[in-house]
């Protein structure tokens, strides 16, 4: 099993994504990692109230780049065929967004599937609806409507690998990671290498 990480600047050109990231038309399962702190309508609600990142690439070129390098490097030219990877849509820095979150939120805490020691799929499904609903408020449903035409297995989800934003001072409050074991145990869950419940 081999684990490849690529830096976010190496998505901002198409040109830096075809030299960095061949991988990615020979991967098994990739995880996509976007910043809801970069979303118009996420920073409009939130200005002001934490300390946005600079504005980067947008999540829909992002994903339209990754989708033309693994056609490109596949030869999967034929549009109406679908993307066989799994591909996880994962928002990270959810805690940030916590204010614009149901009260009563799955996306709040962590996951069940360690507990069970399976891949749950009642809070999977409960975990993807909500984060479907969410990316639907904050970018219509043109990001949707891509990755279901384009990919065969995807899934969004919401994390936070701090469970808090650092305040003023550049600190974190409280460290409390969670549900960022959810997007890699989805894909291993579909490539049948964990048991599901």
Not at 17 to 33: A, D, K
Not at 114 to 130: L, S, V
Not at 150 to 156: D, P, R, T, Y
Request: hydrophobic share 40%; net charge negative; with cysteine.
């Amino acid at each position: 099993m081999t684990f490849f990480d690529t830096a976010g600047e190496n998505l901002n050109s198409l040109a830096s994504m075809q030299t960095f990231n061949r991988y990615l038309y020979h991967s098994s399962g990739i995880i996509l990692l976007l910043d809801p702190l970069q979303l118009p309508v996420v920073r409009d609600e939130l200005q002001g109230k934490i300390r946005l990142p600079e504005e980067n690439t947008d999540v829909n070129t992002i994903l339209n780049r990754t989708i033309e390098i693994i056609r490109t490097g596949s030869g999967l030219t034929d549009l109406s065929k679908k993307i066989d990877i799994p591909i996880a849509i994962a928002f990270t820095k959810i805690d940030a967004v916590d204010e614009l979150l149901d009260p009563a939120s799955c996306l709040k805490n962590d996951s069940s599937h360690i507990r069970k020691g399976a891949f749950d799929k009642i809070d999977f499904q409960d975990a993807n609806d909500e984060m479907q609903s969410l990316v639907e408020t904050w970018l219509g449903i043109e990001l949707y409507q891509m990755v279901s035409a384009q990919f065969s297995h995807f899934a969004f989800f919401g994390l936070s690998a701090l469970g808090s934003n650092p305040d003023m001072d550049n600190k974190i409050p409280k460290f409390r990671p969670f549900r960022v074991a959810d997007p890699f145990l989805w894909i291993l869950a579909q490539e049948h290498i964990i048991p599901t419940e």
